[in-house]
């Protein structure tokens, strides 16, 4: 007996299919209309009407120590990444486990019920108590239900830049996180910012952990730390677990420096996030018109055949006001700054959310196919570009065979001189 039947579910490619879930694994994938729905219970049986199954979403790159703090103590009204930390610098000082854990779980579930079952997240270790580090670690078990959850210890402040940083760094390795992090553009000076490099690569492989850096988050082109963890991580091997997050100086480069970097990136195995929420209103704060656009070269990275995944960042925070938790807002604010929203960037941007970002996860196995697992999304819309188009709802969400999170589709009637009928924005 199956635990799950999705029944007429659209993929990607177009295809109707129907999927069986049997002990969390996908173990039918059949034409649409083609398994018997007795294999089911009827409770667990869900006829997706021709809507798009892909399997479940990840989310490689958050805060959410940070998250729901919009407005604590104040609003970032200069819109500059150099506010929003300040202003975090301050709420941090009144972190307490219960106000951590109660935030971070709002946002998760609202991620759960968007489709991702794995989210990475970073952690402040510069805050004294490490409270956030804790929380969020006690966390991981608690939504364990829901989603995989990653933890990044975080070094906000900078590792140099106070003398207990180094040591708190440590003690969050010791307390169990999954990745070391790091942020080199924002130690005091350039030496100070490759050493950051050094250590956080030598506690990833004393560690044995992967390592996921802020790295090059200005728009000062001069800001050149990710050729050094390129070739780091070229010199000790362990480029396929190494992550270059934001990376926007790269957008700013000249273009024979930045072939130069993404050469580099490319041999050495080196993933990149971009991050389009926040950089989409933090990055060119400092211009006067024309004003640049704060995100890294994602179609030069990709033509270099360097795995680049697609991050929220910020769900209500100093830094991103906004935000739903969503990984389509991400990918719909970036096709248009991105100049990604071709026919033909359809294909790519769903790439990114689904495979890139599973495979800077450290996913082994990721698709739709059979002994793959079971955690599989549903949305009200019928195709790619429709889901993207309206950020469709996604109706069902199931994490290794069992049900996490359900949406009904909504109806809207529109009122005519002639009478009244319903409208619908997903097909
Ligand atoms: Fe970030």
């Given at each position: 007996m199956a635990t799950w039947l999705i029944t007429n579910a659209a993929t990607r490619d177009g295809s109707s299919v129907d999927i069986a879930i049997e002990n969390g694994t996908i173990s039918r994938l059949e034409d649409g209309g083609s398994i018997d729905p007795s294999v089911a219970p009827a409770d667990q049986r869900y006829d997706a009407d021709g809507r798009l199954v892909t399997p479940t979403l990840t989310e490689p790159h958050l805060h959410l120590d940070a998250t729901l703090t919009a407005g604590e103590p104040s609003w970032n009204e200069s819109g500059t990444l150099a506010e929003g930390i300040d202003i975090w610098s301050k709420r941090k000082q009144s972190l307490e486990a219960d106000d951590v854990k109660a935030r971070a779980e709002q946002a998760i579930e609202w991620l759960a019920a968007n489709g991702v079952t794995r989210i990475r997240t970073h952690a402040d270790t510069t805050e004294e108590s490490l409270t956030g580090v804790q929380a969020l670690l006690e966390l991981r078990e608690t939504v364990a239900d829901l989603v995989d959850l990653q933890?990044?210890?975080?070094?906000?402040?900078?590792?140099?830049?106070?003398?207990?940083?180094?040591?708190?760094?440590?003690?969050?390795?010791?307390?169990?996180?999954?990745?070391v992090g790091g942020i080199p553009h924002n130690e005091h000076t350039r030496e100070d910012g490759t050493a950051s490099i050094e250590l956080a690569m030598d506690l990833a492989e004393s560690y044995e952990l992967p390592v996921d850096l802020h790295i090059d988050e200005t728009d000062d082109p001069g800001s050149r730390f990710t050729e050094v963890l390129a070739s780091e991580a070229i010199k000790r091997g362990i480029g396929d677990r190494v992550t270059a997050s934001h990376v926007t100086a790269m957008h700013s480069y000249p273009n024979s420096?930045?072939?130069?970097?993404?050469?580099?990136?490319?041999?050495?195995?080196?993933?990149?996030?971009?991050?389009?929420?926040?950089?989409?209103?933090?990055?060119?704060r400092y211009d006067d018109y024309p004003r640049r656009r704060g995100h890294t070269r994602i179609d030069e990275l990709r033509d270099a055949n360097v795995t680049v995944g697609i991050g929220h960042d910020s769900v209500m925070d100093p830094w991103y006001h906004y935000g739903r938790a969503d990984p389509l807002d991400a990918a719909f604010i970036l096709l248009h700054y991105a100049h990604m929203n071709g026919r033909s960037d359809v294909g790519p941007l769903w790439d990114l959310l689904t495979d890139a970002n599973a495979d800077i996860f450290g996913v082994d196995e990721y698709g739709l196919s059979v002994g793959q697992e079971g955690s599989l999304v549903v949305y009200d819309s019928p195709d790619p570009f429709n889901v993207l188009r309206t950020r469709a709802?996604?109706?069902?969400?199931?994490?290794?065979?069992?049900?996490?999170?359900?949406?009904?589709p909504t109806t809207t009637t529109v009122i005519r001189n002639n009478g009244e009928r319903s409208v619908d924005f997903h097909r």
């Open positions: 933890v990044v210890a975080f070094p906000q402040d900078g590792i140099f830049t106070d003398e207990l940083h180094e040591d708190l760094l440590r003690e969050a390795l010791e307390m169990g996180v999954d990745v420096y930045a072939a130069k970097v993404i050469s580099l990136l490319a041999e050495s195995g080196v993933s990149v996030i971009t991050n389009p929420p926040d950089n989409s209103v933090l990055q060119g709802p996604r109706t069902l969400v199931l994490k290794k065979g069992r049900e996490i999170a359900r949406t009904e």
